[in-house]
């Protein structure tokens, strides 16, 4: 049935765009990414919004296909499940580890019931578009629409005649934390916290939010719920509510524990509307309920739904596209919303946010940032927000370097306020220098590379960034069982090609500073992944302490996300040739310009690719460094957007990573990517669509817009025959950012091979 209203709301959509002149954001599919492990939502949200409010349909039922508390899972919403059990606030989009997706509302009829497991249901007539979600609750025939401010949320749900009841639960959500307060303040009003964290299983990385929580209609009756744990005995002879649900009607003051919620009850006309309007805040229960009545001083539902459509027209329409289809339109003006999830704002109205690591309040007069996942979006996230919101981008790049002032380290996998360790590197180098070598220096870079250089440098026991740096720096790799291995298992190798990729944007950003010394050395420090090459595997292969190779190896041991010594989440051929920063040297390794390609290509021909994950994403690129191979690139990456894009629930072909893989679709559909991280350069392709204009930002980028046209021999030739930039002959296939810019119009001609 969801499938079949999934293509009906789709054929809806489709008659709309004859009827109407198309907006970038009526091709926004939220459903797109939903199943297929991507582990992002249909929920309303804006453009890096801290407040998102998203159907919550993974427990409760063994209707699921997918349930948070079988198995590891990550997402609030999964497209093939059927029992929805609330709608939750303030989500992740796109990660790889379990958190936030709490205080979950919900709305119901007949005789008041607690229990998730009972009060959930089935659903139908999903439909969702920027900012707005709604859905029926079959089980009671109520609708339930939802939408969003930066701070707040507001949803309407439409009642049957009769006793109806709006919940909300704080004892269950998606993270793995416990524990929460309710409090009554009114009779339409309450407030409370629940705590939240243990990201990817860091057990002190906990963060409280703070709500208040607003009906528009007076109940005719509320109180709490909360669980009680089982007894035996004679405890239990005398307790009625032994290991049950226990409502509390005559209770007003506050309430804590694990399994609690509160209820109100309504006495329902036929057709009445009762809208539920909620602030959050990461500070303090004051500043949620300002978030609120800042945001939203009235209820106003469709006035609410309006703004965050605008809002996101505002930040779509920075990309103007002709020629293509209307699918390939979907895909694509999807993924750049999806972009613009993460990071998400971290202060208040008030300017307020958590300081990171150090238990402080700290006021901020800009944007401050959270939801930093750098392990992957330094790869191309960071580089798309620099070209497309260069304003975002710096104070995203003030925020990390707020952090680093705030407890002396730069952020690496940051999550509101606090740091989660998840995976490994020194992220933080290549996405600042990577900032500042394209223009954008409106930040204390001094005090950057203070932080970069204390980073590279530091022993291990001193050292939280590389814990493993004494080997590193000594020998110039990570052996096998430096570093205490995780659940992932030993990741030496993913750990040194890291720092290697680090330290070479460190050496750029240092020649740009006049730090010639430390120029040298860097670069010099991250050429030794040579170290790492195995003539008889040809691939890079784990080391032993002794600068022996492990044996036994098998290069494609690890594919799959299954553990193999040395690599984190991939196998040999999955990071072998992530040395973006000298793919000529590591082509001389392998015997040459003919051999690295012959290499490569085996790659995509023997199914070693994983377009999923983040370390071999660029390879596709790699090609276009070698004359008269550049045909390659036009052709894989044309052939993976095909295959692995789509404008369906399974349009993304892993975990989205907070936008990475978005990301990596629109630059390839654009027709340029940034394949070494912390260079400024972009690899050339053949564009998806016939014209895009980037309407740049005149107070970053004074010449105004930048113009890709595509010229095309027939309407599927992929192959670049000659190019110009700024009307002048281009011979290249990479080109400098400011060669980009000041160009202002590339023209590709292509045709077929």
Request: glycine share 8%; net charge negative.
């Amino acid at each position: 049935m969801k499938v079949r209203t999934f293509l009906v709301i789709t054929s809806m959509t489709m008659m709309c765009m004859l009827t109407h002149a198309q907006q970038p954001v009526d091709y926004v599919d939220p459903f797109i990414g939903t199943t297929n492990f991507s582990v992002c939502n249909p929920g309303a949200v804006l453009p890096h919004g801290m407040m998102s409010v998203v159907p919550f349909n993974v427990m409760g039922s063994d209707l699921n296909e997918q349930d948070k508390d079988a198995r590891w899972w990550s997402a609030p919403y999964e497209y093939n499940n059927k029992y929805m059990t609330g709608f939750a606030h303030g989500t992740l989009s796109g990660v790889g580890c379990p958190e936030m997706g709490t205080l979950l509302t919900m709305a119901t009829s007949g005789p008041l019931n607690v229990d998730y497991r009972s009060y959930g249901t089935t659903y139908r007539n999903e439909q969702a578009t920027p900012g707005y979600y709604s859905v029926e609750l079959e089980k009671y025939g109520i609708r339930a629409e939802l939408s969003a401010t930066l701070r707040s949320s507001i949803e309407r749900y439409t009642f049957k005649k009769g006793e109806g009841h709006i919940l909300l639960n704080i004892g269950d959500g998606l993270t793995n934390e416990v524990g929460g307060m309710i409090k009554k303040v009114s009779e339409t009003e309450i407030e409370g916290m629940r705590l939240l964290g243990t990201f990817c299983y860091n057990a002190q990385a906990v963060f409280p939010v703070y709500f208040v929580m607003r009906v528009s209609k007076k109940p005719d009756a509320c109180g709490y719920w909360k669980k009680q744990p089982p007894m035996t005995g004679v405890k239990a002879a005398w307790d009625s509510d032994n290991g049950k649900y226990k409502l509390y009607t005559s209770y007003h003051k506050e309430m804590a524990g694990n399994e609690i919620g509160y209820f109100f009850n309504f006495d329902c006309e036929d057709g009445e509307q009762i809208e539920v309007q909620m602030g959050i805040s990461f500070v303090s229960i004051a500043n949620a309920r300002e978030n609120l009545e800042k945001e939203q001083p009235t209820f106003a539902f469709e006035d609410t739904r309006k703004k965050a459509r605008d809002a996101w027209e505002k930040t779509l329409e920075t990309i103007t596209v002709e020629g293509g289809t209307e699918k390939q339109k979907r895909i694509f003006y999807t993924a750049l919303y999806h972009t613009q999830l993460h990071p998400n704002i971290l202060q208040d109205v008030n300017g307020q946010y958590p300081e990171m690591e150090n238990g402080k309040i700290g006021t901020t007069n800009g944007n401050r940032y959270t939801v930093f996942s750098l392990w992957d979006t330094y790869r191309n996230l960071h580089q798309l927000e620099t070209l497309l919101y260069p304003e975002k981008q710096t104070d995203m790049v003030r925020s990390m370097i707020s952090m680093y002032k705030e407890w002396g380290w730069m952020p690496k996998w940051e999550l509101y306020g606090r740091e989660t360790w998840t995976m490994e590197g020194d992220p933080s180098i290549p996405v600042i220098t990577d900032t500042y070598l394209k223009g954008l220096r409106d930040f204390d870079i001094n005090t950057a590379y203070e932080a970069f250089r204390r980073s590279a440098t530091l022993p291990g026991k001193e050292n939280k960034m590389r814990p493993d740096n004494d080997p590193y720096l000594e020998k110039g790799y990570v052996p096998i069982g430096t570093y205490a291995a995780d659940a992932s298992g030993d990741n030496s190798v993913s750990h040194a090609l890291e720092y290697y990729i680090a330290d070479h944007a460190l050496s750029s950003l240092a020649e740009a500073l006049g730090k010639k010394a430390d120029a040298k050395r860097f670069r010099e420090q991250s050429l030794r992944y040579k170290k790492y090459y195995s003539k008889e595997d040809g691939t890079l292969r784990p080391l032993m302490q002794d600068g022996t190779f492990l044996t036994p190896f098998n290069p494609k041991d690890g594919a799959d996300f299954s553990n193999a010594p040395g690599f984190h989440e991939g196998s040999a051929w999955n990071y072998t040739f992530y040395v973006p920063h000298d793919i000529y040297g590591l082509a001389r390794l392998m015997g040459g310009n003919k051999a690295f390609v012959s290499k490569l290509q085996r790659v995509f021909d023997e199914g070693l690719y994983d377009p999923a994950n983040e370390p071999d994403i660029a390879y596709p690129y790699l090609f276009s460094y070698f004359k008269g191979e550049e045909w390659r690139t036009q052709k894989i990456v044309g052939e993976l957007l095909e295959k692995h894009y789509k404008d369906t629930p399974d349009g993304i072909p892993g975990n989205d990573d907070c936008g990475t893989m978005s990301a990596w679709a629109i630059f390839s559909m654009i027709g340029l990517y940034p394949d070494c991280p912390g260079s400024p350069y972009y690899t050339l392709t053949t564009p998806t669509f016939d014209k895009i204009t980037i309407h740049l930002d005149r107070r970053y980028y004074p010449g105004g817009d930048l113009v890709i046209e595509t010229q095309r021999a027939e309407n599927d030739a992929r192959y670049i025959k000659s190019m110009t930039l700024g009307g002048k002959a281009l011979k290249k296939f990479r080109i400098s950012h400011e060669e980009l810019i000041k160009g202002k119009t590339l023209r590709i001609y292509s045709g077929t091979r």
